[in-house]
């Protein structure tokens, strides 16, 4: 039995890692494109789990519910008397904000928190309720109404009183 030497073997080792080595590269080369781009430049591939919001759980929306937003706005843009509001004919925005904080002193009971000249609101606080007090200018004149705190109109019985002792005070429509 024949025992290969030691150099023999180093040989046959080098020419073994040199052939792996020019050759390795192309055992695990792809053929696609996209492996080409740069990580950036790359298509995102997402899974098909993922690829839709779960909706599982999803509030589901009442028929109707947008209409009824909508037509509360569009009668405050048209200056219609509501119990949460009212209109001042022929008034320019400015002149009512300044007339509306006497008014607002003269209700009893009721806090000025604060005020926004050029968002033409009275942040009040009145049998407990906070609401805003905010006047928009209309086509018609100047529309004063309460608002709560997502912007809708406040029809919550003290807003409702207080929006009631101004259109006295002011001689709203």
Request: charged share 5%.
């Given at each position: 039995m024949r025992i290969a030497s030691p150099g023999r073997v180093a040989v046959i080792a080098s020419l073994a890692a040199a052939v792996a080595l020019t050759s390795g590269c192309g055992w695990f080369r792809k053929d696609n494109d996209a492996y080409k781009l740069s990580g950036e430049a790359r298509p995102l591939e997402i899974p098909p789990p993922l690829d839709r919001p779960n909706t599982e759980g999803a509030m589901a929306l009442p028929d109707g519910g947008a209409s009824v937003m909508a037509s509360s706005t569009n009668?405050?843009?048209?200056?219609?008397a509501t119990p949460s509001g009212f209109n001042i004919a022929g008034a320019q925005r400015d002149e009512v904000f300044a007339k509306l904080a006497d008014a607002l002193a003269g209700v009893q009971g009721l806090t000025i928190a604060s005020k926004a000249q050029l968002l033409g609101s009275y942040d009040v606080s009145y049998g407990g309720d906070n609401f805003l007090v905010r006047t928009a200018q209309t086509p018609n004149?100047?529309?004063?109404s309460a608002v709560d705190p997502r912007g809708m109109p406040d029809n919550r019985a003290n807003p409702v009183a207080v929006?009631?002792?101004?259109k006295t005070a002011l001689g709203g429509q």
């Open positions: 009668r405050a843009a048209q200056g219609v004149g100047v529309y004063v929006i009631g002792q101004l």
